[in-house]
């Protein structure tokens, strides 16, 4: 897998964090980890982002998918919060 290559990671994380419902494809949080990862590598050149880096981010990503974590970008900074219980259980 090429880790330097935004596009990669994206597709991966789809692949594993998005199901479908009938023709519905629920990828709500998808749009946010778009950014994000986009964000990474903006931030960063291609060249220098490593695998510690996408590891320590990676890490948040799935955190966030399974609702341990809010993530956003404000202001070009990405905020994590822990998430509330409402959003660990879905309600």
Do not use: C
């Not at 749009?31 to 948040?60: C, T």
């Amino acid at each position: 897998m090429n880790l330097k290559d935004p596009k990669v990671v994206i597709r991966n994380l789809f692949k594993k964090y998005v199901h479908t419902d009938g023709n519905v494809i629920m990828a709500e949080k998808m749009f946010v980890v778009n950014s994000v990862v986009n964000w990474i590598f903006e931030e960063k050149s291609a060249e220098q982002v490593n695998k510690r880096d996408l590891a320590y981010y990676g890490e948040i990503i799935i955190k966030y998918f399974n609702n341990e974590l809010d993530i956003a970008l404000k202001d070009g900074k990405l905020i994590i919060k822990v998430a509330t219980p409402e959003q660990n259980t879905g309600e």
